[in-house]
């Protein structure tokens, strides 16, 4: 299984104990964990170098951080409840059990969300020479093919992401619709390009358009991120 090369990057460190966030910078930190007091935690990344991109407006995109960076405290305040729980002797319960079920909620809303910021932020087009095109074309027969696809993906009804998953088995790449976060994805496969789909990602600027928005989100697609998550 290859491993993500995951640049170092400014992250936000998660302090308090009420529902504000105090953030603070720290740097030289990996894959976005670090150690306080004894336990391993999650940390927030800033992603505010994507305030000013065409097509989104700064409001929209601060909003969307702040979702984000409150799936990563909730993540973080569920391990630490479940391992409480755990240690007194409490994993029977059906607390423990709701507690557990909510964890993939909170988890994947904050690394899907992680995911879909970093191919975001793209000036260029994608590389028509590139092993991703060259992937793409294989397996859908072409790029206009797998972009109809994927669009008609992103605009389903209802909640959810539009994902390009490659199969790590086979090398393939599939387009899937994957409702909630913890709902709908391929085992095992590798997520390659994420677009969220939830209102909250587009409806400050495009109202009930979801459609420009997905077009928007292509004119900003970080292509050499992609092509970078594929084996």
């Given amino acids: 299984m290859k491993r993500f090369n995951l640049n170092r990057r400014r992250f936000l460190t998660l302090s308090g104990t009420g529902s504000l966030l105090l953030l603070s910078g720290h740097s030289e930190i990996s894959f976005g964990q670090i150690r306080m007091e004894g336990k391993t935690s999650f940390t927030a990344k800033d992603y505010s170098r994507l ?30 409840t479940l391992n409480q729980r755990l240690r007194e002797g409490k994993s029977g319960s059906p607390e423990y059990a709701e507690l557990k079920r909510r964890l993939g909620w909170e988890f994947n809303g904050m690394r899907l969300h992680e995911y ?11 590389d028509n020479t590139g092993k991703l095109m060259k992937r793409i074309s294989d397996h859908f027969g072409g790029y206009e093919v797998w972009e109809k696809d994927f ?14 998953y490659q199969d790590p088995n086979s090398g393939k790449f599939f387009n899937f619709w994957v409702t909630e976060h913890e709902g709908g994805h391929p085992a095992g496969c590798i997520p ?5 789909a ?30 970078g998550r594929m084996i």
């Fill in 116 to 126: 879909y910021f970093e191919n975001l932020g793209g000036k260029e087009k994608i």
């Fill in 198 to 227: 939830f209102e909250h990602a587009f409806i400050i600027d495009y109202g009930l358009k979801r459609g420009d928005y997905v077009e928007a989100f292509f004119k900003n697609v970080a292509w050499k991120v992609v092509e």
């Fill in 151 to 164: 669009k008609a993906t992103a605009m389903m009804r209802g909640i959810g992401w539009a994902i390009l």
């Fill in 192 to 196: 390659i390009l994420i677009l969220d």
């Fill in 51 to 80: 305030l000013g991109m065409d097509g989104f407006s700064d409001t929209l995109l601060k909003n969307h951080f702040a979702l984000y960076q409150s799936y990563v405290m909730q993540t973080n305040r569920l391990i630490d």
